[in-house]
């Protein structure tokens, strides 16, 4: 056959399938291959109109969208995937219900049959007042996914940037309903979903969005089953007693306890709540994720690392919150400016959205003290037990992903990316790792951070509460391994020290911050 009639087949067959025209000029906003996976359509009663995936886990998909999509608070809206599969999902929260037209939801899908189908898209952490910024020209086209009304036919609306008023974006355009709930998506992150349309477009931020979702803490999460559970086998008769415990061949202490069971399940099926504290010279602090209550095995749990990883504890940990990425430059050269202190060396890599390196505990410490005057909040150094706690999100191997160091999971010596052993990797860009459970990044790899806690040979209570300012006698304790760290000393449960002015290219740190319970 022809190649010009191959390439014609290929051409008809596509437009078609995705049911409207111009695919060229959608195709250069974002790749059908992203849209398809991550946005949906949904139906509610007798309206239509979209939503994205934002967070996926083992047992869910959750989607965000406007709230005036699910009319008359629908709790079980059809959600569409691309191919026409249609699934019921379950309204989990709803934001604003004395003004849908402004607000947002969230709705939640299972089956694996469709988790292995989709992707989220991640929401971008950078200043939305700043979008024009991230457009190429000041003719840049954004566009609005959505439906024509009815529901019948896909289409994609091209939008003009105008300016924001409190946190939500306006863009010119004309829209329809169908377009509700629409991401703005730029560079394949979220920078806002459409809400309303008056004179102008309006579209919720990402900030606004990550603040919405804040608020299902403490809801309830239901997802629709599947299948119908099946009922529970009636337990045998014992046919015997049971033997009695054999005596330990060990001493009690030196024993390594079998791993707990939580008081609840840890929220690895929960989306991670992120938010960002104000400061008063104005703009924001880094991106915390709420990290909850929760209990869990500290220290070396497989048995072959390092002395000073034992015992292994049981730990119970209050709710608090950890910032999402290692600090940045930019966050500390604000505080550098701020203070008139001294800024550190980036080696010649770069700053801006690369971690703060060359940084003593003292300066993390500085940053931290300032970083609560500006928002009248408690921030600090995590503990040891907070670090780990965090960095495993759930888990009790070497990574939280696993016994085995996998390729592009994070920038270490051998450890599969491109960063490998030459230099720090940029945070929150293209170039980031998967984020674990609790949704952080880089708690294996990029840089060593610092810690509030003394060290110690052994585990004896010092990694639980912020010890090494109560003498100068103490070295301070650094965790997760570096961008030069061979996959051994990037292991969870692996600790390093040094005294309180140490600097390093490899050392950074990120922030705690106490959440009253």
């Not at 083992?58 to 709790?75: E, L, S, W």
């Not at 991670?272 to 104000?278: C, E, H, K, R």
């Not at 700053?351 to 390196?357: A, C, S």
Request: hydrophobic residues 30%; glycine residues 8%; charged residues 25%.
């Amino acid at each position: 056959m022809n190649i010009r009639i191959i390439l014609l087949v290929m051409v008809y067959t596509i437009t078609v399938s995705l049911g409207f025209r111009g695919y060229d000029a959608f195709a250069q906003e974002i790749s059908y291959k992203i849209l398809k996976n991550s946005v949906v359509k949904i139906n509610s009663r007798n309206q239509v109109g979209v939503g994205f995936i934002v967070k996926i886990t083992p047992n869910a998909a959750y989607i965000v969208t406007a709230a005036r999509v699910i009319q008359g608070n629908d709790k079980s809206p059809t959600v569409e995937l691309f191919g026409n599969q249609r699934i019921t999902s379950v309204l989990q929260y709803t934001e604003k219900k004395d003004n849908p037209h402004k607000g947002l939801a969230l709705l939640a899908v299972n089956g694996k049959d469709i988790l292995s189908k989709v992707s989220y898209l991640p929401l971008s952490k950078k200043c939305f007042r700043n979008f024009s910024h991230y457009l190429k020209t000041k003719n840049d086209v954004i566009f609005a996914y959505g439906f024509h009304h009815g529901g019948l036919g896909w289409k994609y609306t091209e939008l003009g940037y105008s300016g924001y008023k409190g946190r939500n974006m306006i863009f010119t355009g004309d829209i329809s309903p169908g377009n509700f709930g629409s991401p703005i998506i730029k560079g394949n992150k979220v920078f806002g979903i459409i809400t309303t349309k008056d004179r102008y477009v309006y579209a919720a931020s990402s900030l606004a969005i990550q603040e919405f979702l804040m608020g299902i803490e403490g809801q309830s999460i239901q997802v629709p089953p599947s299948k119908p559970p099946k009922p529970p086998k009636p337990p045998k008769p014992p046919t015997s007693p049971p033997k009695p415990p054999k005596p330990p061949n060990k001493p009690i202490d030196e024993q390594k306890p079998a791993p707990p069971v939580p008081d609840k399940p840890l929220p690895t099926t929960r989306t991670p709540q992120l938010f960002n504290d104000g400061l008063l010279r104005g703009g924001l602090g880094p991106e915390m994720a709420i990290i909850p209550a929760g209990r869990f095995s500290l220290g070396d749990l497989q048995g072959n690392g390092q002395r000073d990883e034992q015992p292994v504890r049981e730990v119970l940990m209050k709710r608090f919150a950890m910032s999402v990425y290692e600090i940045t430059f930019a966050e500390y050269d604000l505080f550098a400016n701020a203070t008139g202190r001294k800024k550190p060396s980036d080696n010649g890599w770069g700053r801006g959205n690369r971690p703060v390196i060359n940084v003593s505990w003292q300066d993390a410490t500085a940053y931290t003290d300032w970083l609560s005057k500006e928002t009248n909040q408690k921030y600090r150094l995590p503990t040891e037990a907070e670090w780990e706690y965090t960095a495993r999100a759930g888990t009790q191997t070497k990574y939280w992903w696993g016994n085995e160091m996998e390729k592009n999971r994070a920038n270490c010596a051998i450890c599969g990316s491109k960063w490998d052993n030459k230099k720090t990797a940029p945070v929150g860009g293209d170039e980031e790792f998967t984020a674990n459970a609790f949704g952080l990044y880089d708690t294996v790899g990029n840089v060593y951070e610092w810690t509030c806690s003394a060290a110690d040979r052994r585990y004896r209570g010092r990694e639980r509460r912020c010890s090494c300012k109560e003498s100068a006698q103490f070295s301070c304790v650094y965790r997760g391994g570096s961008w030069r760290s061979l996959p051994k000393y990037a292991r969870l449960a692996n600790r390093s020290r040094d005294d309180k002015h140490y600097r390093n290219n490899n050392l950074g740190f990120r922030v705690a911050r106490e959440i009253l319970q």
